[in-house]
Structures are given as structure tokens and as C-alpha cells.
């Protein structure tokens, strides 16, 4: 009696594509400089400097923009990808958030934040933890992004599009 012995991966390898998650990257840190221009330049012609400090406006700005803009990042990733599962869409978005992070310390390394409290500036604590929730809320947009990027019914919109207008 002979017994038959299957291997199969427990885990298949997934291989990103770098070059979507690129240009979900792209895509969304150009999204964000865009939109925050525009929110700068909307809050200091209508808000007077002394409700600066202490409006909602800009906290909901700085916490809705790097949101929208890493779902954007994470859709594009995703959909560029290929991805036929929410496992693969969602590290693709993730990947995407986790490059941005990188470039955003980047830039405050090399001195692009002049008043960061490492180049002898102050700051208070709460834009800190600012700072904190937006990149949590961006890490949850990116996933998320992955995801609606993964499904079906975005995939096939995306290919009906590329078949129509072949490169």
C-alpha cells in the first residue's frame, strides 16, 4: 500500500510590483502637495493668524489628505498590480504608505522641516500626535485602497480601458 505524498506551499510567495507601487506612490505624494498647497493657500486668505492656532479646519485638513491621498495611492498600486486578491491589493497599498513614511523622514532628516525639534525648533506635543494619527489614518487609507484595487469590479473597469486604448 503506497501512500501518496502531495507538497503544496502553504504560503505562495507573492512578488510585488514595484513599479505600480512607484506609481501609487507618485501618484499620491503629488495628490498630497497638491492639496496641501491648496489648504495652505485657502487658510491663510480666509483665516485670520490669531484663529490659526486654534481652529478645527486645518487639524481635519492634516488628518483627511495624507487619508484620501494614500487610498488613492493604494488603488492605483493595486489596480497597476494586477492584483487578483485582497492579501496581494493590500500589501501593494501598504508598500506604498510604507515608502512614503520613508521619504517623509527623509525629508526631515535632511533638513526639509526647518523647526522639526532636531534642528533646535520647538514644536508642541499635540502636532505630534497630529502627525501620529495622520500617518495612522494614511496607513488605513493605503490598505484599504489596496483593497478596492483588488476588487473585480475596479480590475475589470482598469482592463476594459487599457484594451480599449492599447499603449
Not at 30 to 36: K, P, R, S, V
Not at 65 to 71: G, N, R, T
Amino acid at each position: 500500500m503506497a501512500t501518496e505524498v502531495r507538497t503544496t506551499e502553504a504560503f505562495p510567495v507573492m512578488r510585488p510590483n514595484y513599479h505600480a507601487i512607484f506609481a501609487g506612490f507618485i501618484i499620491a505624494m503629488g495628490l498630497q502637495l497638491a492639496l496641501n498647497l491648496l489648504g495652505n493657500a485657502i487658510g491663510l486668505a480666509l483665516v485670520s493668524p490669531a484663529e490659526r492656532a486654534t481652529s478645527a479646519g486645518p487639524v481635519l485638513w492634516a488628518l483627511a489628505v495624507p487619508l484620501v491621498c494614500s487610498l488613492l495611492g493604494g488603488i492605483v498600486a493595486a489596480l497597476m498590480a494586477g492584483a487578483e486578491n485582497a492579501g496581494t491589493g493590500v500589501t501593494h497599498g501598504v508598500l506604498v504608505w510604507g515608502i512614503a513614511m520613508l521619504f517623509v523622514a527623509a525629508l526631515f532628516a535632511f533638513g526639509a522641516a526647518p523647526n522639526m525639534p532636531a534642528r533646535g525648533g520647538t514644536i508642541r506635543s499635540d502636532a505630534w500626535w497630529l502627525a501620529f494619527f495622520s500617518a495612522c489614518l494614511a496607513l488605513a487609507g493605503a490598505a484599504f485602497g489596496g483593497y478596492l484595487g483588488s476588487r473585480p469590479i475596479y480590475r475589470s473597469v482598469y482592463m476594459r480601458e487599457l484594451a480599449r486604448h492599447p499603449a
